[in-house]
């Protein structure tokens, strides 16, 4: 079994629930389909092998995968092909969806695995099984997923979310910039 993750964004508590699933179902590796954010999130998987693709919104390369190299984990760029037990999977986060639309009609993959749409997906077109766990951004679905390649078997574990009072007031801050002044992250005017 392995574990599917994506659009993590910074989130260390659904990281940490995340892995902690992970660890106890024991899966073999885990996937983190991108959008990591900050090189200090990937210190949360260690414990885990974990391959890393490259998310539209990951800086400091350098530095992600010097990091995920000190957890024993790999980091393999905007696009990978691997093999699981005679499976051919597609790792690409889905930043371009004519890529990822042309991985898709190639049918060259039983899986293609991706992210960036913040929505979780389970579909089968043709041989190829389509999967995005969804994202953990603030206001995300929550989600993580669990594969048995075997099996073909796939389960979506929805995370729990603390509804604390400090993440209110940050999606309200957040509306109200957005609402009046368009994207304002940081900046004196939003306060």
């Not at 992210?115 to 951004?137: M, Q, V």
Request: charged share 30%.
């Amino acid at each position: 079994m392995i574990g599917i993750i994506s659009d993590t964004h910074d989130n260390v508590e659904n990281i940490q629930k995340a892995v902690k699933v992970f660890k106890n179902k024991k899966v073999e590796f885990v996937i983190h389909l991108g959008d990591i954010i900050a090189p200090a999130s990937i210190k949360f998987f260690k414990g885990l092998k974990v391959k890393f693709i490259k998310g539209n919104c990951d800086g400091d390369i350098e530095h992600i995968q010097q990091k995920a190299k000190e957890i024993k984990s790999e980091y393999l760029g905007d696009f990978a092909e691997i093999n699981i037990k005679n499976k051919k999977l597609a790792l690409y986060h889905g930043s371009d969806p004519f890529r990822l639309a042309d991985l898709i009609k190639s049918q060259k993959y039983d899986y293609v695995l991706h992210g960036h749409t913040h929505e979780s997906r389970d579909e089968k077109r043709g041989k190829t099984r389509i999967i995005n766990p969804g994202a953990h951004y603030w206001g995300g679905e929550n989600k993580i997923v669990l594969l048995d390649i075997e099996k073909d078997k796939l389960e979506f574990i929805k995370l729990k979310q603390q509804n604390s009072t400090h993440l209110q007031e940050w999606l309200k801050w957040n509306f109200e910039c957005s609402k009046t002044i368009g994207v304002c992250y940081g900046e004196e005017s939003c306060y």
